[in-house]
């Protein structure tokens, strides 16, 4: 019974940033519990690369290239989508930037912006259009990807831009969750600590001195790995947590405990 809750056989799912990091890890995750998954990125050359290593596992992908900034471009994706497979059971809100380690009263309109369209605006829209779907159906999972950011200062880098839109994230989370609950989808979001991705680079190989702070104000001393988050996605997509929605859960090896 229990662990009948945890299969996504049948299912359809798109994850967003998926051609590398958590989002492809995520798209694995739901692959191996039996989702066919569509892989959606910006750059083709990551999608390509994406679905042929998903395709290795065993897993049916699909791609997708899809920038979500761009409203129309996820609009006519959530279309192709259900064109395609007739419908969309599990969205993962994945996409990202980070460029941090920059102080507030440097912090250009180009570079709020950024942040704030990629973010926040786009993960919007995808709830948007992807909801839509969803609520036609009268059941789905989104799960947006928040950060701890949203909770907390970090430290000893500058990012209040960032900081600011993963609180975004978290309050869309909430307000989704509680507009949607009685019709059948369900809206939570994760909240990582430092995981080793491309988007962490800048601390964890380039500023030693920065990734030891970040060690230092970590109970578990140490980072997250992709498939960690990938994990609490899978549960959160499932059956498993058909109680859950508005939760953000935080995966941040403590960080937030002190």
Not at 131 to 159: A, C, D, Y
Not at 187 to 201: D, F, G, K, Q
Not at 211 to 225: D, F, S
């Amino acid at each position: 019974m229990y662990m009948d809750k945890l299969k996504l056989t049948g299912k359809v799912a798109l994850v967003t940033g998926a051609g590398q990091g958590i989002g492809f890890a995520c798209a694995q995750a739901l692959g191996e519990a039996g989702a066919k998954v569509i892989v959606a990125d910006m750059r083709e050359e990551r999608i390509a690369a994406s679905v042929a290593q998903l395709q290795q596992f065993g897993i049916a992908a699909f791609p997708q290239v899809l920038d979500v900034t761009q409203s129309e471009q996820v609009a006519a994706a959530a279309q192709a989508t259900i064109a395609a497979h007739g419908k969309i059971d599990i969205l993962v809100n994945n996409a990202g930037v980070a460029i941090s380690n920059v102080r507030a009263e440097d912090t250009s309109d180009a570079h709020w912006r950024h942040h704030m369209s990629v973010n926040i605006d786009g993960l919007f829209y995808c709830c948007r259009e992807f909801g839509r779907e969803m609520l036609k159906q009268g059941s789905g999972s989104v799960i947006n990807i928040g950060s701890m950011s949203g909770f907390i200062v970090n430290k000893p880098q500058p990012q209040s831009f960032y900081n600011a839109s993963k609180a975004a994230v978290h309050h869309l989370t909430k307000s989704l969750a509680a507009e949607w609950a009685a019709r059948g989808v369900r809206v939570n979001a994760v909240a990582p600590t430092y995981i080793e991705t491309p988007l962490t680079v800048f601390g964890i190989k380039e500023d030693p001195v920065m990734y030891k702070t970040w060690l230092e104000m970590t109970p578990m001393a140490r980072v997250g790995q992709p498939d960690e988050i990938a994990s609490v996605v899978h549960f959160l997509a499932s059956d498993a947590a058909s109680l859950m929605t508005g939760a953000i859960v935080l995966a941040d090896g403590g960080y937030s405990c002190w």
